[in-house]
């Protein structure tokens, strides 16, 4: 199967009450973990390349990477996504250069101007056959100092998603309901803590997305910042060197509730790096004298590949669905 576009995944998504996972790559390591798991569990998945990525890897090692996945993996599948599109050129970038999904992220510009660039976007796109997601609303938690009113004043407005949808034409929405970037994802003192210590997040809001899904139905939307910050690696990285103290993510019910209602894709990007630290970090202590990168790259792998597993099957809940 070649690359392909979003749109047929979405639709079983939403009727099937599950979300395909979306997940950043950035090296042969990710790729293949990722892709392994899901040709095992059977389920359609997202590579998703950041502007970051991009610099990183550079373009052509990604798309190549994606590419051999797709030759690798014929039963499932699999489209390449740019993540967090920063503006018309790096989206035309992507479209012309093999990519079959672009998210325009204007969400920082006011309300006009976000529509204006991703419709521009929009148009490209789909005369080039490729899908486009767009974001409407602020992700909590990126500014370090931000406040807890300020969250409350960048969750998605519902009564702005018609309008932009049909202004822009594109073919997903990411929105905020409380999500966040990163392994730590909240302070504190905004977490209350459970029995056994772990802080627990502020609850997502669910109200937010039920609103927007009335006024959209049957249209898809997207969560980016869901990863769970698994407190098994965050004390694997703690316990071999590094210092991770509050890291805390969403918990993964809320993401299985979210995945049941009309969030077809959900971002995660931190766990995998967490797996891949936390067991670097540990082959290292155990291994002082080993210097061989594919002696600790393959438990990295591994590890990542068994995390992907669990999201596919008790998370997101598309495993057997390619
Ligand atoms: O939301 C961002 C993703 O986690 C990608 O992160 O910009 O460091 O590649 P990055
Ligand atoms: P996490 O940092 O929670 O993994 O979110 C990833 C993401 O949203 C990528 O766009
Ligand atoms: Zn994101």
Redesign the pocket.
């Known amino acids: 199967m070649a690359l392909v576009t979003s749109t047929e995944m979405f639709k079983k998504a939403y009727a099937g009450g599950y979300a395909i996972g979306?997940f950043?790559v950035n090296n042969m390591e990710i790729v293949q973990a990722i892709t392994e798991a899901c040709r095992e569990e059977k389920s359609p998945v997202i590579l998703?390349v950041?502007k970051g990525a991009r610099a990183y890897a550079n373009h052509t090692y990604l798309v190549k990477l994606v590419e051999a996945a797709v030759i690798e993996c014929p039963e499932i599948p699999i489209v390449l996504h740019l993540?967090?599109g920063p503006d018309f050129e790096t989206c035309k970038a992507c479209i012309d250069g093999g990519f079959t999904s672009v998210?325009i992220d204007a969400s920082s510009k006011p309300f006009a101007e976000n529509i204006e660039i991703t419709r521009k976007v929009v148009e490209y796109a789909h005369d080039h056959g490729v899908v486009v997601e767009a974001e409407l609303g602020t992700?909590a938690g990126i500014e370090d100092d931000v406040k807890v009113a300020a969250h409350a004043a960048s969750y998605t407005r519902p009564e702005e998603v018609e309008e932009f949808v049909s202004k822009t034409g594109c073919d997903s929405l990411a929105i905020a309901i409380g999500?966040?970037?990163?392994?730590y994802?909240f302070t504190p003192e905004q977490c209350t803590r459970n029995e056994k210590g772990i802080l627990v997040p502020p609850p997502l809001r669910f109200d937010v997305l039920e609103e927007v899904s009335k006024r959209l139905p049957g249209f898809p939307i997207v969560?980016?910042?869901?990863?769970s910050?698994p407190q098994d690696y965050v004390k694997m990285v703690n316990s071999h060197g590094g210092k991770m103290p509050d890291a805390v993510?969403?918990p993964e019910e809320q993401l299985r509730h979210a995945a049941e209602l009309s969030v077809c894709k959900i971002?995660?990007?931190?766990?995998?790096?967490l797996a891949m630290t936390g067991t670097i970090r540990k082959f290292f202590e155990e291994h002082p004298d080993k210097f061989d990168p594919r002696e600790y790259l393959k438990p990295a792998r591994a590890n990542i590949k068994e995390l992907v597993r669990h999201k596919l099957v008790d998370v997101l809940g598309c495993a057997g669905k390619a």
Do not use: E
């Open positions: 979306a950043n998703q950041s993540d967090h998210m992700l999500t966040s970037h990163g392994a994802k969560l980016h910042g869901s990863s910050v993510g969403i971002n995660i990007d931190s766990d995998l790096r």
